[in-house]
């Protein structure tokens, strides 16, 4: 992608079946979950890299022991400076203690994280400061063990504001109005209600030790998520470690956001990306499941697991941009889906450049871009093929024509390089156009000035800073004829508020195009139009709320908006012409097939509360507020 963009948080969450004693003997190392957790990830680095943390429960641990472990950074390689950390107390003890190094007991005495239920978590911020404070795992102490949460999670909430205000109506004082924390403390709360409700029935029968025991025990896990889900909207997997050991992962009821898992004899993991439990543990694709939509995968005391469903499903809207770009194309699902939109792109491409293979260069935007690419080369390829088989079957043309023809082929060229490792997101607003002029460079005196013309593929255009201020220009000094940009993802119409950092309509490239189409047009009045209907529907119950801003879109074409968009990243020093193709949501569809969440192109949101937030998000644009619509 040529402009980053913050996005979905990770998870890793490992249970050890067995005690922490049969690993030391099996793999001798105490170090087995905390290796297995660093692996998880540090190959899901990609989700976060604005913090990260972990916290360990031991289980069974003697009272008067710290049994509650965790550690977070922001430091620039957060994942290195946890487990480097962490690892310190583990080397000197081996080198002090050596004797005691491979004891169960003595390490879980004395030495942090030597537990066996373990969460990590990756944080990408989507608002909000980038303190230790804002990573998870979220803390929620208690001196009853049944009563401690530690909770991480990748999630957004539309309804943060109605969460906040039901803990203001049973009496808690939340320290902050943040998702993260009402979260946790909204389950915090109904795991609270459900020891007060075995506590009272066993108080007449058993005393308090022998009652802790019997609560840890009979606890339902998954009847704590359905009270506390009963009225999230948004898109969240969220990871909990109970104190005595039991722990769940819930996936929303839409399946906007991912979640996988395996399990076999010895170990439970979950993980937001297949791939990372596949390199860990070295086990076949097959093996490793998604965690169903509305479903939560709950872990007993005792390592017993199973899958219940906590909530109503919803139609399933899986997050398509995750295909797109966020998830590690390692994933062999991916990774075709990715080659698909690159070949679903060709019959626009083959039309923009008349066929003319000789005059026209093929290139990327590295390096999410590269699968597309491919798939969209290798689809040339085959027509180019198919043509020749169809002249040379026809026999019209003999000689140098006919040389001339089986000699046609490609011309692919590696003419953009990321020149220097920064990202432009993480800058101030008024800063960000010098810091994109720079990012990219290119490779020269491949072009013919004058006479070619070029095709770039990038995986999605959001704002078109980086095309506008640094791609377009770069390549217009190769002297092309014309300059092709091919999005293999849809036109960005719509705010996203389920965990991708889009929420701003004047951050959109697409919606700046239909504002000067409407302009051009003299119907800036429907501006004001859609102002009223969603300042209207402010008022009303929120499964009420329609999306109106898509009624600016339904003014043009598809077409017209490409056409638009590239004039807008065309600035007056660009001499050749420049024209913008996008992927069609069919198409995406089409190769997407099992994750249909593109609310981002479609304004179809899953969740009701998505309607309201892109009715505010543009009610703030009208407004001139930068203030967030969620």
Known sequence: MSEQIKHECGIAHIRLKKSLQYYIDKYETPLYGLNKLYLLMEKQHNRGQDGAGIASIKLNAEPGIKYIDRTRSIARQPIQDIFGKVQQNFRAAFTENKSNFFNEKWLKKNIPFSGESLLGHLRYGTHGDNSIAVCHPMLREN?????????????????VDELFDFMMSIGQHPREKADTVTVMEKIGHFLDMANQEIFDAKKDKFNHQEISRIIENELDLTKVLTKAARDFDGGYVMAGITGYGASFVARDPSGIRPAYFYEDDEIIVVTSEKPPIKTAFNVDFDKIQELPPAHALVIDK??????????????????SFERIYFSRGTDPDIYQERKSLGKLLVPEILKSIDLDFENTVFSYIPNTAETAFLGMTQEIDDHIVS???KIIEEGKIKGKELDKVLKSKMRVEKLVLKDVKMRTFITK?????????????????LVKKGLDTIV???????RGTTLEKSIIKMLDRLGPKKIIIVSSAPQIRFPDCYGI??????????FRAACQLLKEAGKENKLDDVMEKCINSMDKPVEEIENYVKELYEEFSYVEISNKIAEIITTDDVDAEVQVIYQTVENLNKAIPKHLGDWYFTGNYPTPGGNRVVNRSFINFMKGSLERAY
């Not at 017993?304 to 997050?319: A, P, Q, V, W």
């Not at 593929?457 to 959001?462: A, G, L, P, Q």
């Not at 950092?501 to 697409?510: G, K, L, T, V």
Request: aromatic content about 10%.
């Open 302 to 319: 005792y390592g017993n697991s199973k899958l219940d469903r906590f909530t109503e499903n919803r139609e399933k809207k899986s997050c």
């Open 456 to 462: 770039v593929i990038d995986d999605s255009i959001v």
């Open 429 to 445: 607003d008024e800063e960000r156009d010098d810091m994109v002029a720079h990012v990219y460079d290119t490779t020269y005196e």
């Open 387 to 389: 043509r020749k088989r």
């Open 501 to 510: 950092n889009m929420s701003r309509m004047q951050e959109f490239i697409a």
């Open 143 to 159: 001196n009853w063990r049944s009563r401690n949460l530690v909770v991480a999670g990748n999630f957004n909430l539309t309804n």
